[in-house]
């Protein structure tokens, strides 16, 4: 039997063929639009990452706030100034990036890693607590700390508080877990900053500050002469993050400032007053919740006693001890 144009009793069958059509197209119409509100893959997303008392999506606030992709990328996406983000956490762990982020302008040294983890919620979020594990797990800080520790950053020095940096921890965290289906495919250029700079600019190129450029030959008698030990002491309450909270001049960061503070008499939360001698100050450090600033919270300040040497805890008094004249800056 053949069809031919304008033949009636054709016209019945081809409808009924067009309507079962419209109805199949329809099914699967809705089926893929409920399938496409389903979870398909298992993505992992903001809200489920925490970090202590920190969720992801309070760290993008916090991630946006500060502009961070102004600068920042993150798969892909944002600007080119600084590096990509998204593997940061993965790579160089949550006690890098919390002695990175409020370093006041400066690359954390394995010193400052590990006083990050003397924090039993530190130790907890990292599955760490030595600093030799920590850096076997995350080879980004190891690579890191052999590269640029104590040397200067072009980072800009951003007001966090803790919380802040907390919150942002959870952000990166949440980026790090992220399925980036692959990216990025295969680093082809290893190196940060000023590695670029150095292949732009041609070998002799000196990066900020200077500091991570190979030293020059030091004389063999300079090295030989003892270091005056505020000079020590300055050095390490830059490595060991003391400056993260502590202001060389009067004003109060996380911590009192350490301007004027030698020889002063300092209010304690007992209501007693003691005068700022080395005994004290060797204290403060050695076992910083014996006696409590007041205004201040205990258990804000890390416990150093395992952490520096009696020398140096002596080298840091010293430096405190300079910075006597210092009640402004
Ligand atoms: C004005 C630009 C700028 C802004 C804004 C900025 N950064 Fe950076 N950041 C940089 C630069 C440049 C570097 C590379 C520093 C270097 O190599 O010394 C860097 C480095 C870093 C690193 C270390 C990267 C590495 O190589 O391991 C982290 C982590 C980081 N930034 C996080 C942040 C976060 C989080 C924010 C927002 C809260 C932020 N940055 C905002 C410019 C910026
Ligand atoms: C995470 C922030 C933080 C870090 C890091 C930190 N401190 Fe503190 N520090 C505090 C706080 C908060 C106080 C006030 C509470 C108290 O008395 O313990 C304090 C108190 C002190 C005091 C007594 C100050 C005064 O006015 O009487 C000294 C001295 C001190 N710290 C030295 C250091 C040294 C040295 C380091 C590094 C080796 C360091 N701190 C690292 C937060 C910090």
């Not at 059509?21 to 329809?26: A, E, N």
């Not at 130790?123 to 760490?128: F, M």
């Not at 502590?246 to 002063?264: E, I, N, R, T």
């Not at 007041?294 to 020398?311: A, F, R």
């Amino acid at each position: 039997m053949s069809c031919g144009a304008g033949d009636s009793s054709c016209e019945i069958p081809r409808r009924r063929g067009a309507f079962v059509m419209l109805g199949v197209m329809t099914a699967i119409f809705i089926f893929l639009s409920v399938f496409s509100f389903t979870r398909s893959r298992n993505q992992t997303v903001p809200s489920q990452i925490t970090y202590g008392a920190y969720t992801a999506d309070q760290g993008k606030h916090i991630f946006q706030a500060y502009n961070c992709m102004g600068c920042h990328t993150l798969v892909g996406n944002g600007a080119y100034l600084g590096p990509d983000l998204t593997e940061e956490y993965r790579l160089a762990g949550p006690a890098w990036l919390a002695a990175f982020l409020p370093s006041a302008g400066g690359w954390p040294t394995e010193a400052a890693v590990r006083t990050q983890l003397v924090n039993p919620g530190m130790q907890a979020e990292a599955g760490v607590d030595t600093i030799e594990a920590y850096l076997k797990k995350y080879p980004g800080a190891a690579d890191r700390i052999a590269r640029r520790g104590g040397g200067t950053t072009s980072m800009p020095n951003l007001p966090f508080t803790q919380e802040e940096i907390g919150k942002l921890l959870a952000y990166l965290k949440y980026t790090s877990a992220m399925n980036t289906e692959g990216w990025p495919a295969k680093i082809l250029v290893k190196g940060d900053l000023n590695d670029r700079l150095r292949m732009a600019h041609g070998a002799g190129f000196t990066p900020t500050g200077g500091q991570v450029a190979p030293a020059a030959a030091v004389p063999t008698e300079a090295a030989a002469t003892p270091e005056d030990p505020a000079v020590h002491g300055e050095r390490l309450a830059r490595d060991y993050g003391c400056i993260a909270c502590h202001a060389s001049d009067k004003q109060k960061l996380v911590g009192p400032g350490w301007g004027g503070l030698y020889g002063s008499q300092v209010k304690l939360s007992d209501g007693t007053s003691v005068t700022a001698d080395d005994a004290y100050i060797t204290e403060s450090i050695v076992k910083p919740n014996a006696q409590i600033v007041d205004g201040y919270t205990p258990g804000v300040m890390p416990d150093y006693s395992t952490l520096l040497k009696e020398d140096e805890v002596k080298a840091i008094v010293s430096y405190i001890a300079s910075l006597r004249g210092q009640e402004k800056q």
